[in-house]
């Protein structure tokens, strides 16, 4: 068969890995090492943003990335050496630059391979370099030692390598010390573990694990609450009531589901009913503080309660005594969940996909999955989506025929999937940190032109022919059809954290999380 051509183009690689991976992931157990993998990529994808690098593949421990200037990649590469040391993680780094070629959106040719045969020499904390590479950085603030002349397995002739040792006056750090990293890494996979457990309120039909997202931009001060606790806006985007009764959502996105007649609040110690039209408290339902996720439907509240280190037990609960009416065990940690209109779907950190059956609360078919840190879970058009943010993609999974049916490259890391309901289906992806809102065509995964947004948007809702973005001093209305987007300015001191609508009493409801803007 004759091999297809691809897309020609130059470019500069950067490969990374990290060093003792192997036993770095037996030091701190499987649950352990995908939480630390989750900080990583979060680190090593800020820096690739911050130098204009393009990331191409996550291979789990490492990255291969490319940019257009061989300065960039340099730079990245002494950034995320030093910036990996805080989560107690040493990495090796090559950099070549050369001709890739892409087939199918993958790049490759020789030019990879040498690149990762450079790194493969590289040392603890080290970044190696090509001839070619120093040449063409000649005049920027790089200082390099000569490492010899090497033959690079599988690649021809031989090759000059330089290592990096100083970036202006600042000396690339060298390795770190065992035990201190250790801790590091300790500390980091238990902070990792910890805030996926107490960010349990998650809902399909809304943004889901935003708080990872913004989680860097919350800031806690010290000053007092905000007195808005919740605004109420009509279709048309007038801000119709506020409300000030003390149920606050301090610090807390994404805590707002319609559900049963009822607008349910999170707050810190409970999740509060309330009248979707005077927006008053009707009911009040506790929180263990075991929960590591939840959502609601189906008439239904469901919690997900850590058992065992691979288990994770399901609870329905009644939304009128709150109290738990049935369990189910599943696979475990559950990373997302969600119902669509005849079963609950989870899914775990290591991508292990269940499906259960709400009404007699049994365990009706697992799956794995490629969505090896996975995020989001929602149910449409037949198909579920689980969004691999960390890793760059969206999966679409079928669950009539137990296959994925495609894998959905994102243009931007960091990118949470939004799914409603309003007669189609409809599929969108909102990037907070880039401020858009892109749609996906939720048979084929074709992406349209993404919205450009303003503010801090960090959860959105499908209703009344529009879509809402809450977006911390503004909500954004955005006309399905025109995609017209109207600004509705939230009163000040109020952020936007949360926002969900109600059908019946035809109104849009906002939560204030008391985030700084």
Not at 48 to 53: D, I, N, P, S
Not at 100 to 114: L, P, W
Not at 123 to 133: F, N, Y
Not at 231 to 248: E, R, S, V
Request: with cysteine.
């Amino acid at each position: 068969m004759p091999r297809r051509e691809g897309k020609r183009r130059l470019a500069t690689i950067l490969f990374i890995d990290i060093v003792g991976s192997t036993s770095i992931a037996s030091e701190l157990g499987d649950a352990g090492w995908r939480a630390l993998l989750i900080r990583f990529g979060a680190v090593v994808r800020g820096r690739l943003k911050a130098e204009g690098g393009r990331e191409e593949n996550f291979t789990g421990d490492g990255f291969l990335a490319t940019f257009d200037h061989p300065a960039q990649a340099v730079r990245a590469a002494e950034g995320m050496v030093e910036d990996v040391r805080s989560i107690g993680i040493e990495i090796r780094a090559g950099v070549h630059t050369g001709e890739i070629e892409t087939i199918d959106g993958h790049i490759g040719g020789v030019g990879v391979h040498a690149c990762a045969r450079v790194m493969s020499l590289a040392g603890v904390s080290q970044v190696l370099v090509t001839a070619t590479v120093k040449d063409l950085v000649v005049g920027a603030p790089f200082r390099f030692r000569e490492e010899g002349v090497h033959e690079l397995r599988g690649v021809p002739g031989k090759w000059a390598l330089y290592a990096l040792e100083e970036v202006g006056d600042r000396p690339v750090p060298g390795p770190i010390d065992a035990t201190e990293a250790a801790e590091a890494r300790t500390v980091t996979a238990s902070n990792v573990r910890t805030a996926r457990r107490r960010r349990w309120l998650v809902v399909a039909g809304a943004l889901i694990a935003v708080a990872a997202v913004v989680a860097a931009a919350v800031v806690v001060t010290s000053r007092k609450p905000p007195t808005i606790t919740m605004i109420q806006i009509d279709p048309t985007g007038q801000i119709t009531k506020t409300i000030a009764d003390g149920y606050f959502s301090q610090h807390h996105q994404d805590s707002l589901w319609d559900q049963s007649g009822t607008i349910w609040q999170g707050t810190s110690t409970q999740v509060v009913g309330r009248d979707p039209v005077t927006g008053a408290v009707k009911l009040t339902l506790g929180l263990d503080s075991e929960i590591e996720n939840g959502t609601f439907g189906l008439g239904f509240g469901w919690a997900s309660v850590p058992k065992t280190n691979d288990t994770s037990s399901i609870e329905k609960v009644d939304l009128v005594s709150g109290q738990v009416v049935a369990s189910v065990d599943v696979p475990g940690p559950v990373r997302s969940m969600a119902t669509d209109d005849r079963s609950l779907w989870t899914v775990t950190e290591g991508g292990v996909l269940a499906r259960i059956d709400p009404a007699h609360m049994q365990d009706v078919k697992e799956w794995n999955t490629s969505a090896t840190a996975a995020g989001a879970l929602v149910p449409a058009a037949g198909y579920v989506w689980i969004c691999d943010c960390e890793h760059g993609r969206i999966v679409q999974f079928d669950p009539r025929t137990g296959r994925e049916t495609r894998v959905i490259p994102l243009p931007e890391h960091g990118l949470i999937v939004n799914v409603a309901e309003g007669g189609t289906d409809t599929v969108w992806v909102l990037d907070p940190q880039g401020s858009t809102l892109t749609r996906l065509d939720p048979k084929t995964g074709a992406a349209q032109q993404p919205i450009g947004l303003g503010g801090n948007p960090v959860q959105a809702t499908i209703a009344f022919g529009a879509i809402w973005v809450a977006a911390g001093a503004n909500v954004y209305r955005i006309d399905e059809k025109t995609l017209r987007q109207t600004t509705i300015p939230i009163p000040d001191p109020a952020f936007a954290g949360s926002i969900a609508a109600d059908a019946e009493s035809q109104t849009i409801w906002v939560a204030n999380c008391g985030c700084p803007r």
